[in-house]
């Protein structure tokens, strides 16, 4: 099983540009979740989908929209790119339900937009 | 709504000491706590986790935590480390009532470093 992985690991964009974050897991969770980490300020949650078909906005939405495309799939859009979403982003999956409770992390995008 | 404080932002030890790193969190319910670690470069990985039952957990890499609900503090610790301990460690909440997903509040993260 790979987990969750992540594409691309490092992208560089210019300010008003738009991209994709691509995230997918082979562990059958039903629940998934976007994550930026800044220095300082740990990680704090963007979107998160609890089951699909459904997502939901996090602590700090603004700028980002997502697609869960289907169980697998979890995907983040940065429409018009800015300086201030300089982040580390992490993805990560759990089960729904029951006593886990516990999320898996994929390895992280480094996004810099200049 | 939950929140979660670490309250050492740095903690720099020499190997084979002992380490502990704080964290309290706030809660108007009843909650599920978790320590995770992230080595540089790398993602976040789950240390150990208290759910309910015994105050005091052990996880993976000789660390263990106590959850002390009157302090509501959970804080991590560990006897003797190692330079490959060297690495950020998180601190986070889970409502224990939410049933939609498993949302989590993390803490600002605590550098722990290991000297020789």
């Known amino acids: 099983n790979a987990g969750v992985t992540q594409t691309p690991k490092f992208q560089v964009l210019k300010t008003g540009q738009s991209m994709t974050l691509q995230c997918a897991q082979d562990?059958?969770?039903?629940?998934m979740y976007w994550y930026r980490q800044d220095p300082g300020m740990g990680l704090r949650l963007i979107y998160y989908s609890a089951s699909e078909g459904t997502t939901d906005k996090g602590e700090v939405p603004n700028g980002y929209n997502v697609s869960r495309l289907n169980k697998r799939e979890f995907s983040l859009r940065l429409e018009s790119a800015a300086p201030s979403q300089t982040s580390v982003y992490f993805c990560?999956?759990?089960?729904?339900?029951?006593?886990?409770?516990?999320?898996?992390f994929g390895p992280g995008t480094r996004l810099t937009v200049t | 709504a939950q929140s979660v404080t670490q309250l050492d932002s740095q903690v720099p030890v020499f190997e084979e000491a002992p380490v502990e790193l704080r964290c309290n969190y706030s809660s108007s319910v009843s909650v599920y706590l978790f320590w995770y670690v992230q080595y540089p470069n790398q993602g976040l990985q789950l240390l150990l986790k208290?759910?309910?039952?015994?105050?005091l957990v052990k996880g993976i890499n000789g660390f263990e935590a106590e959850f002390n609900k009157s302090q509501t503090s959970f804080h991590l610790r560990k006897p003797s480390v190692h330079i490959s301990d060297t690495a950020e460690y998180f601190c986070?909440?889970?409502?224990?009532?939410?049933?939609?997903?498993?949302?989590?509040?993390f803490g600002e993260g605590t550098q722990l470093t290991v000297n020789p």
């Open positions: 208290y759910l309910s039952g015994s105050t």
């Open positions: 990560a999956s759990s089960k729904t339900g029951g006593a886990s409770h516990e999320q898996y």
């Open positions: 986070a909440v889970r409502r224990g009532v939410e049933t939609s997903g498993s949302r989590l509040t």
């Open positions: 562990m059958n969770h039903n629940s």
